[in-house]
C-alpha cells in the first residue's frame, strides 16, 4: 500500500533489528534460520516471468478495464508475461484521502469497483489476456479494510483499542481499519474470499498487500486451500521477509536492494554496496528464493526522477539480467513521469503515453532487455557470481551461469566513462549487448561509457 518505510518501522521496530553493514532486517532473538531451508517450489512460467503493474485508474484516459483490455497486444509485443492489476474493488468513501481514494481501502473484497466496469468487462480482459499467453493476477489488501467496509458488520473482525473502538493499523492510514487475525471467521472468510476469485475469475495468483502483515499461519493454509482449486499459481508477498517464501509464497518484494541501489544512484555510496546487499539476502533467504526486483512501483517516486534518465536505465539493466523476477511498472517503457505514490494515488494522473516521442530510446531498450532475457536461460535461473573489476566503486560486473551456458554483464553506474578490466575467467566472449551488432568481445578489457551496460555471452567449443 502506502509508505513503505513507516510500514518497516511498524513491523521491525522493536521485534526487528536492523544489520548495520547490509541494510537487511534480522530477527531479535531469532531462533530459526531460514537460509537452511529450501523455497516452495513455484511454476516454471513464474520464474521465467516478468511482471508488468497496471493501475486501472491511470493506465489509460478512460481508466477502466476496457482500457487495459486494448492495449494487450502492445504488452504481449513488448514482452511481459504476468500482468498485476492494482486493486479492483470497490473504495471506500468513509474517511477517505484525496478526491478519489486510495485503491488500498477497500469495501467489500467480493465487489467490483464500477468506475472500472462490470463483472463482463473483467472475464473480458482476463480472457484476451489467456488468449496471449499473459498470466493475470490481481491485488488483494488482507491487513485492513475501508472504514465503511461490508465486514464492519462483524466488528469482532477488526482490532480494538483499550476503550473498544476499532484502530487502524498505523495512525497515519487513517483511511482504513486494521483487521484481526486471531478471529478464526475472519480467516474462513477471507480464505473463501480467496478461493472466490481464483475459481470464479481463472485468476493466475495474487500480490498480497502488505503481507507481513498478515500472520504466517493465515498464508500458509490460505495457500494450501488455493493449490487445491488450482495448483499452477503465483502468490506474490510485498514484504521482505524469508519465512514468507518458505510454504507460502513464490516471491517477495527484494525491498533492500532497492534501498541499497537508491544508496548508490543518489547517496554517493559504491556500487560495491549493492553486491554487499545481495549476499547478506541470500546468506538469509531459503535457498532457490526468488525476489521481485524492481527500480519503479506505486509506493514510491518514479526512477526517472529520482535517478535521471540513463542512471534508470542502467539501474534496469541490473534488474533485468540479474536473478530473481523483474518488474515494469506502467509507463517506465515510455519513460513516464506521472507520479502515483501519495498524494497521488488518490488522484487521477494518467500515463502520458506519448513520452516515448521524448525519450525514443526507452520503448526499444525496455523491449530488448526482456528479448535477451528469455533468449538465455541463465538470465532466468542461472547462478549468479559476482567478478572483480578494476573500479569496483563505480561498476558492477557478475556472470550469470547455468548447464548451458555462461554470460558476464558490466554496468556502469556514474557519470564517467570505464576503461579497465574485468576478471571474467577462461575463454572466448561475444558481445551480445541489446541495440549493438554482435562482435567478438575484448574480455578481460571492457569500455563503458558512463551508464553503458554490456553483456558478453561464453562462446562454447564443440
Known amino acids: 500500500m502506502l509508505q513503505h518505510f513507516r510500514r518497516v518501522a511498524r513491523t521491525l521496530v522493536p521485534a526487528l533489528l536492523l544489520a548495520a553493514s547490509s541494510g537487511i532486517a534480522v530477527a531479535a532473538g ?8 529450501s523455497a516452495r517450489s513455484s511454476p516454471a512460467w513464474v520464474h521465467d516471468g516478468v511482471v508488468y503493474e497496471i493501475f486501472p485508474r491511470d493506465f489509460s484516459a478512460r481508466g477502466d478495464f476496457a482500457g487495459v483490455t486494448v492495449q494487450l497486444d502492445r504488452l504481449q509485443q513488448l514482452g511481459v508475461s504476468i500482468l498485476w492489476l492494482m486493486p479492483i474493488h470497490p473504495l471506500g468513501k468513509l474517511k477517505s484521502k484525496g478526491t478519489l481514494g486510495s485503491p488500498y481501502a477497500v469495501r467489500d473484497y467480493y ?17 484476451e489476456a489467456h488468449k496471449r499467453g499473459l498470466k493475470v493476477i490481481i491485488d488483494i489488501v488482507a ?3 475501508a472504514w465503511d467496509s461490508n465486514l464492519m458488520a462483524h466488528p469482532a473482525y477488526y482490532t480494538h483499542d483499550a476503550k473498544g473502538n476499532i484502530i487502524p493499523p498505523d495512525p497515519d492510514w487513517t483511511d482504513v481499519a486494521d483487521l484481526n487475525y486471531d478471529n478464526p471467521e475472519l480467516r474462513q472468510y477471507m480464505t473463501g474470499m480467496l478461493v472466490h476469485w481464483l475459481k470464479d475469475f481463472d485468476l ?14 493465515f498464508w500458509e493454509p490460505a495457500r494450501a486451500a488455493l493449490t487445491k482449486t488450482k495448483p499452477d499459481i503465483f502468490m506474490l508477498a510485498e514484504a521482505d521477509s524469508p519465512e514468507l517464501l518458505v510454504k507460502a509464497f513464490d516471491a517477495d518484494y527484494a525491498w533492500s536492494f532497492y534501498h ?30 526468488l525476489r521481485l526486483r524492481f527500480t519503479d512501483n506505486h509506493d514510491q517516486r518514479r526512477a ?3 535517478f535521471g534518465e540513463a542512471a534508470t536505465l542502467a539501474a534496469n539493466a541490473l534488474m533485468f539480467t540479474l536473478d530473481g523476477v ?6 517506465m517503457e515510455v519513460g513516464d513521469t506521472a507520479e502515483s505514490t501519495a498524494p497521488a494515488l488518490f488522484e487521477k494522473l494518467p500515463v502520458f503515453w506519448q513520452g516515448d516521442a521524448i525519450r525514443p530510446q526507452y520503448p526499444p531498450f525496455f523491449h530488448d532487455l526482456i528479448a535477451l532475457r528469455k533468449a538465455h536461460s541463465a538470465l532466468r535461473g542461472g547462478e549468479v557470481q559476482w567478478l572483480h573489476n578494476s573500479d569496483e566503486n563505480r561498476v558492477l560486473t557478475y556472470a550469470r551461469r547455468d548447464a548451458s551456458e555462461s554470460l558476464v554483464i558490466a554496468i ?7 576503461a579497465g578490466v574485468v576478471m571474467a575467467g577462461e575463454g572466448r566472449y561475444q558481445d551480445i549487448t541489446p541495440g549493438h551488432a554482435a562482435t567478438a568481445a575484448s574480455l578481460p578489457s571492457v569500455a563503458l561509457g558512463a551508464w553503458e551496460y554490456r553483456v558478453y555471452w561464453r562462446i562454447t567449443t564443440q
Open 30 to 37: 531469532a531462533t530459526h534460520d531460514y537460509s537452511k531451508d
Open 111 to 127: 465487489g467490483i469497483n464500477s468506475d472500472y466496469g462490470s463483472a463482463d468487462d473483467l472475464h473480458r480482459l482476463f480472457n
Open 143 to 145: 491487513n485492513h479494510t
Open 204 to 217: 493466475d495468483g495474487f500480490r498480497c498487500d502488505y503481507a507481513a502483515g498478515v500472520p504466517t499461519d
Open 260 to 289: 541499497a541501489l537508491s544508496d548508490v544512484l543518489q547517496n554517493g555510496k559504491p556500487a560495491s554496496a549493492i553486491i554487499d546487499n545481495w549476499r547478506a539476502s541470500a546468506a538469509q533467504y531459503p535457498h532457490g528464493a
Open 304 to 306: 526517472i526522477a529520482r
Open 326 to 331: 523483474p518488474l515494469l511498472y506502467q509507463g
Open 412 to 418: 556502469n553506474l556514474s557519470t564517467a566513462p570505464f
